[in-house]
């Protein structure tokens, strides 16, 4: 028993080496004195100050953060409204609209880019930042709903009976109730999302119009004129972000 | 208090939406006019965009692409808003060919008038009617002349044994093939199935010797000294220099690709003539030669090499001696041959 612990012990520690090993060289080399990413030359900041002098980076990354906050918020408003509506649907039914809700995390990123696109084109939207925001809120949904109705259903029926037994009418026991009850899913289903939308690539580089490059497009871009440590710091930055607001992200959902 | 919570929640969310929505309302007509400018990462000095902003009063907003297939995935996928772009010379030619780029008002582009002699009729708009030359280059190898000490003059020495794992290519079939080819003596533009399997055959027996097929990052591995041969453009190879003095360039005697990235209008772009403003604007002498410094790439515009420090216009890597013209050749489209050059190139990749 206690060989067999060391033994799962050990392939464990592979498996976090395997997962994290890159990203602790890419930070490492983040702080590289040389501009050659292969080479060691010592430490220096030089690369994070490069980075604050970028204005193309420093706007693409508030493009970043903007269409992450509004798709999230959108996303928040349509994922909560559909996992308490559906609580009130009969079981096949909530299973069924469930299941199809769950579309946009199953389907290939890539498809789903192609046919955001398409139906863009096909009604005349241009492509914008607003489309870039609409495209990642689609997936953010399924997301929050998966959340916000894990909690959900760990609520004690009984509240929403004591609610209306009480004289509250079905929205005071959401606004009263439900909603506060909720609040830590929601929070971590936000952050959730933040994180998911900063992150994404392939749906954003399909519906992304002028004036839309976001972070992860302009890093992508970079990299053809020539790998530079300026890209490893700010991915440094960004891997610290996203699992700093994961790890908070969990903290609150386990609330 | 909920209540209230809810109703700020969604009159923050509208007032975001409303916001995202006027801001780009506004950029497309009312008050400053907006340029879109699609083009490469870092292909353009922030302060000379300033300046043309100070200039017209109007502002610039920059979107970049990573490659010519994505430019074109891009526009043809219906993306519409971006005033002017760079693609390639073969995806110029392209683009022309489908309809994406709009006819250029000469008479606007006063500066177009002194371009390099080679460039001023390209073989697929020989008239500048849509494309206007902005950068141009060549691709040959950039070699370390402290371990290769006799300084390479054929594309032959990518096949010598003696600097096995020590050679990059270019991760890109058209130039790859090109360069074999052209050390065939044959064109590089050919449609011959016997000659594109003969070159496959070619790049077999070098295979072995390769250590990476890398577009990106062939300057690196140069100046770090993980290559000492490397197939590629020239201006990366100039980079490589500035960390290792010994990087040296050559177009060997079989000759080599010239290229240009051309500026074009987008039939689609609201403000044509604003954005023939801007191009004429990335021509003029002294604009170009801060861009030719910057990028370490050469300027299309004959009338910024006064301009253009000493130590650049004399690299070969950037700008390309005028007496290899002859041996240098544009890549043109193959049409049909283009699949056996992919089922070549994959038949190389997976071998």
């Given at each position: 028993?206690?060989?067999a612990g060391?033994?799962?012990?050990?392939v464990?520690?592979?498996?976090l080496l395997?997962?994290?090993?890159?990203?602790?060289?890419?930070i490492?080399?983040s702080?590289n004195?040389?501009r050659?990413?292969?080479t060691?030359?010592?430490?220096?900041?030089?690369?994070?100050?490069?980075?604050?002098?970028?204005q193309?980076?420093?706007?693409?990354?508030?493009?970043?953060?903007?269409?992450?906050?509004?798709?999230t918020?959108?996303?928040?408003l349509?994922?909560?409204g559909?996992?308490?509506?559906?609580?009130?649907?009969p079981?096949?039914?909530?299973r069924?609209?469930?299941?199809?809700?769950?579309?946009?995390?199953?389907?290939?990123?890539v498809?789903?880019?192609?046919s955001?696109?398409?139906?863009?084109?096909?009604?005349?939207?241009?492509?914008?930042l607003?489309?870039?925001?609409?495209g990642?809120?689609?997936?953010n949904?399924?997301v929050?709903?998966?959340?916000?109705?894990?909690?959900?259903?760990?609520?004690?029926?009984?509240l929403?009976?004591?609610?209306?037994?009480?004289?509250?009418?079905y929205?005071?026991?959401?606004?009263?109730?439900?909603?506060?009850?909720?609040?830590?899913?929601?929070?971590?289903?936000?952050?959730m999302?933040?994180?998911?939308?900063?992150?994404?690539?392939?749906?954003?580089?399909?519906?992304?119009?002028?004036?839309?490059?976001?972070?992860?497009?302009?890093?992508?871009?970079?990299?053809?004129?020539?790998?530079s440590?300026?890209?490893?710091?700010?991915?440094?930055?960004?891997?610290?972000?996203s699992m700093?607001?994961?790890?908070?992200?969990?903290?609150?959902?386990?609330? | 208090?909920?209540?209230?919570?809810?109703?700020?929640f969604?009159?923050?969310?509208?007032?975001?939406?409303w916001?995202t929505?006027?801001?780009?309302?506004?950029?497309?007509?009312?008050?400053q006019?907006?340029l879109?400018?699609?083009?490469w990462?870092?292909?353009?000095?922030p302060e000379l965009?300033?300046?043309?902003?100070?200039?017209h009063?109007v502002?610039?907003v920059?979107?970049?692409?990573?490659?010519?297939?994505?430019?074109?995935?891009?526009?043809?996928?219906?993306?519409?808003?971006?005033?002017?772009?760079v693609?390639?010379?073969?995806?110029?030619?392209?683009?022309?060919?489908?309809?994406l780029?709009?006819?250029l008002?000469?008479?606007?582009?006063?500066?177009?008038?002194?371009?390099?002699?080679?460039?001023?009729?390209?073989?697929?708009?020989?008239?500048?009617?849509?494309?206007?030359?902005?950068?141009?280059?060549t691709?040959?190898?950039?070699?370390?002349?402290?371990?290769?000490?006799t300084?390479?003059?054929?594309?032959?020495?990518?096949?010598?044994?003696?600097?096995?794992g020590?050679?990059?290519?270019?991760?890109?079939?058209?130039?790859?093939?090109?360069?074999?080819l052209?050390?065939?003596?044959?064109?590089m533009?050919?449609?011959?199935p016997?000659l594109i399997?003969?070159?496959k055959?070619?790049?077999?027996?070098?295979?072995?010797?390769?250590?990476?097929?890398?577009?990106?990052?062939y300057?690196q591995?140069?100046?770090?000294?993980d290559?000492?041969?490397?197939?590629?453009?020239?201006?990366?190879?100039?980079?490589?220099?500035?960390?290792?003095p010994?990087?040296?360039?050559?177009?060997?005697?079989?000759?080599?690709?010239?290229?240009?990235?051309?500026?074009?209008v987008l039939?689609?772009s609201p403000?044509?003539?604003?954005?023939?403003?801007?191009i004429n604007?990335?021509?003029?002498?002294?604009?170009?030669?801060?861009?030719?410094?910057?990028?370490l790439?050469?300027?299309a515009?004959?009338?910024?090499?006064?301009f253009?420090p000493?130590?650049?216009?004399?690299?070969?890597?950037?700008?390309?001696p005028?007496?290899?013209?002859?041996r240098l050749?544009w890549?043109?489209?193959?049409?049909?041959?283009?699949?056996m050059?992919?089922?070549?190139?994959t038949e190389?990749?997976?071998?």
């Amino acid at each position: 028993m206690k060989q067999a612990g060391g033994w799962l012990w050990r392939v464990s520690l592979v498996n976090l080496l395997f997962l994290y090993g890159p990203i602790a060289v890419l930070i490492l080399f983040s702080f590289n004195a040389s501009r050659l990413s292969a080479t060691w030359q010592g430490w220096s900041w030089q690369w994070y100050r490069a980075l604050w002098a970028n204005q193309p980076l420093l706007d693409a990354t508030a493009n970043s953060l903007w269409v992450a906050t509004v798709s999230t918020l959108l996303a928040l408003l349509l994922g909560v409204g559909l996992a308490v509506g559906l609580e009130g649907l009969p079981g096949r039914r909530q299973r069924q609209i469930e299941q199809a809700m769950l579309m946009p995390l199953v389907i290939p990123e890539v498809m789903m880019g192609v046919s955001l696109l398409l139906f863009f084109v096909l009604l005349r939207i241009p492509l914008s930042l607003m489309t870039v925001i609409v495209g990642h809120a689609l997936f953010n949904v399924p997301v929050v709903m998966i959340i916000v109705r894990a909690r959900l259903r760990k609520l004690d029926p009984r509240l929403l009976e004591v609610a209306a037994d009480l004289g509250a009418s079905y929205w005071d026991a959401l606004r009263h109730v439900t909603i506060p009850l909720l609040r830590p899913a929601i929070l971590g289903a936000g952050l959730m999302s933040f994180t998911i939308s900063l992150d994404d690539f392939i749906v954003t580089y399909f519906t992304a119009g002028p004036g839309a490059t976001t972070l992860p497009l302009k890093v992508y871009s970079m990299i053809k004129s020539g790998m530079s440590p300026e890209i490893n710091a700010l991915s440094a930055l960004f891997v610290m972000v996203s699992m700093g607001l994961i790890g908070f992200s969990l903290l609150l959902q386990r609330r | 208090m909920c209540i209230n919570g809810m109703r700020l929640f969604l009159c923050l969310l509208m007032l975001l939406l409303w916001g995202t929505v006027s801001c780009q309302r506004t950029s497309g007509d009312a008050g400053q006019k907006t340029l879109h400018y699609f083009t490469w990462s870092d292909y353009v000095g922030p302060e000379l965009l300033a300046e043309f902003e100070r200039r017209h009063g109007v502002r610039v907003v920059v979107d970049t692409f990573s490659s010519n297939e994505e430019l074109l995935a891009k526009l043809q996928g219906g993306a519409t808003g971006y005033d002017v772009t760079v693609p390639s010379d073969f995806m110029a030619a392209i683009m022309i060919q489908q309809g994406l780029v709009a006819e250029l008002d000469l008479r606007m582009l006063p500066n177009a008038a002194t371009l390099e002699d080679h460039l001023q009729h390209l073989p697929f708009d020989p008239t500048q009617r849509y494309a206007i030359p902005y950068l141009w280059g060549t691709v040959g190898i950039g070699y370390d002349s402290a371990v290769v000490s006799t300084p390479p003059d054929s594309w032959a020495v990518l096949w010598d044994p003696r600097y096995k794992g020590k050679i990059s290519m270019l991760n890109d079939q058209r130039e790859v093939f090109g360069a074999v080819l052209r050390s065939m003596g044959a064109s590089m533009n050919t449609k011959d199935p016997a000659l594109i399997e003969a070159a496959k055959a070619r790049l077999l027996v070098q295979k072995p010797l390769v250590k990476a097929y890398a577009s990106e990052h062939y300057d690196q591995l140069l100046a770090s000294g993980d290559v000492v041969l490397a197939h590629g453009w020239g201006g990366p190879v100039a980079r490589a220099m500035l960390d290792r003095p010994s990087i040296r360039y050559v177009v060997p005697k079989e000759g080599g690709t010239l290229w240009a990235d051309c500026l074009v209008v987008l039939k689609s772009s609201p403000q044509k003539e604003l954005a023939t403003q801007f191009i004429n604007y990335l021509l003029e002498p002294q604009v170009a030669a801060r861009t030719a410094e910057r990028l370490l790439f050469a300027s299309a515009n004959k009338a910024a090499r006064p301009f253009v420090p000493s130590r650049i216009l004399d690299n070969p890597a950037i700008y390309p001696p005028l007496d290899l013209l002859p041996r240098l050749e544009w890549m043109t489209d193959v049409g049909e041959a283009l699949r056996m050059y992919d089922r070549a190139w994959t038949e190389l990749k997976m071998h």
